[in-house]
């Protein structure tokens, strides 16, 4: 083979790479351009950590209107502080026109599985000696088609203006039942990292 033949190969060949190497890039810039892109979807916000929401009727044979109400939240980022919980919840008792109502500013919320405990200090209230008082509810969430339960710190004393020294966090065991097609209560189950 002469030396004309081997650089007109040495030529061809290279020419053969450059021609394979320019059309394997403009396919993948091709394809690249041919895909959708990934959209700039916002992140998706971690589950929080705990919840205890909605509202119920409790059920008594003497007709007492008594009505719970929830909105407590535990952050995320406050996954291990249940002291960081916030929100409200409110409550009202009345038979033949006479009793009272109040609304809590949540200071705790802890919940495991279905079973949720919220405390709050009242904020305000037309129950005599009840503002500035802590009181904690517990809820017991059956799921849909049974009825959830509900006990509340007072249980003992009679009345939230009579609670003293109540700790954050605290409730009495749910004994009392919802009416009958009034409760939606929901709990989120805290997950704390341990």
Known sequence: MNRRTK???????????????GAASTATVSASQDRPRASAAPAERPREAAALTGTAELYRSAGDDITFTFDAHLAAEDRDDPLEATGTFAFA??????????????????????????????????????????????????????????????AATGSPAETEGLPKCVGSAPFERVKRGTGDFTVVPWQPAL
Do not use: F, M, Q
Not at 111 to 119: D, E, F, P, Y
Not at 120 to 137: E, F, H, Q, Y
């Open 93 to 154: 008792h009345y038979l033949n026109g006479r009793g009272a109502r109040a609304e809590a500013k949540v200071d705790c919320l802890l919940t495991g599985g279905k079973v949720a405990v919220v405390s709050g200090v009242i904020t305000s209230s037309d129950l005599p000696g009840a503002r500035g008082k802590r009181v904690g509810v517990t809820v017991h969430d059956r799921g849909p088609g049974h009825r959830d339960r509900l006990g509340y710190s007072w």
């Open 7 to 21: 650089h007109t190969r040495a030529a061809l060949l290279g020419v053969a790479l450059l021609l394979t190497a």
